[in-house]
């Protein structure tokens, strides 16, 4: 059972990396073939506005999950350094507390933001829940990340692992 959900934090963290890095390139990518265009506009570039809203959107949910699963969002380990122990895990609970309860509403939200906007885009008419999706779907990542975190701190450990991720 360990083992399984070791091998599935690897993934997210795979996902996570590879998603940021393709969102990076794709944008840097179509930023560039626009800037052609304005010099040399020979093609025009039609949806344009549209797949850099996705890329933006989905970029930034994979990178807060991946900050969120090293546990490096809401941090500030200078503080956290000088309070004494039983001072610090609580500190740590409210912590993770306040992160688990940020993530459910972006799940509940986020859901319902998906399920209720029947939306297609202007250009490409792509289904914009492409777009929305991007709100719970990592949202419901961050609430496993977040229990996971406040197990950690309930049990009396630090929220991180020793790997530097939330997962043991």
């Known amino acids: 059972m360990i083992a399984a959900l070791r091998m599935a934090d690897h993934g997210i963290a795979g996902l996570c990396r590879w998603g940021v890095i393709g969102g990076l390139l794709g944008l840097f ?13 020979v093609l025009p570039i039609s949806g344009y506005d549209e797949i850099v809203e996705l890329l933006v959107i989905w970029l930034t949910m994979l990178g807060a999950l991946a900050l969120w699963r090293e546990g490096a969002l809401y941090r ?22 306040l992160m688990l309860a940020f993530s459910v509403v972006l799940v509940v939200w986020g859901l319902d933001f998906l399920l209720l906007a029947g939306e297609t885009t202007p250009f490409l008419g792509a289904d914009k829940s492409w777009w929305y999706a991007a709100l719970p779907g990592p949202g419901m990542l ?3 990340y977040s229990l996971v975190g406040l197990w950690r701190v309930w049990r009396g450990k630090s929220a991180l692992a020793e790997g530097g991720s939330i997962v043991a």
């Open 76 to 97: 500030v380990t200078v503080v956290e350094a000088v309070l004494p122990i039983g001072l610090r895990r609580a500190v740590g609970f409210a912590q993770q507390l």
């Open 142 to 144: 961050m609430v496993a």
């Open 29 to 41: 990518f179509l930023l560039l073939l626009g800037v052609i265009v304005r010099f040399v506009p």
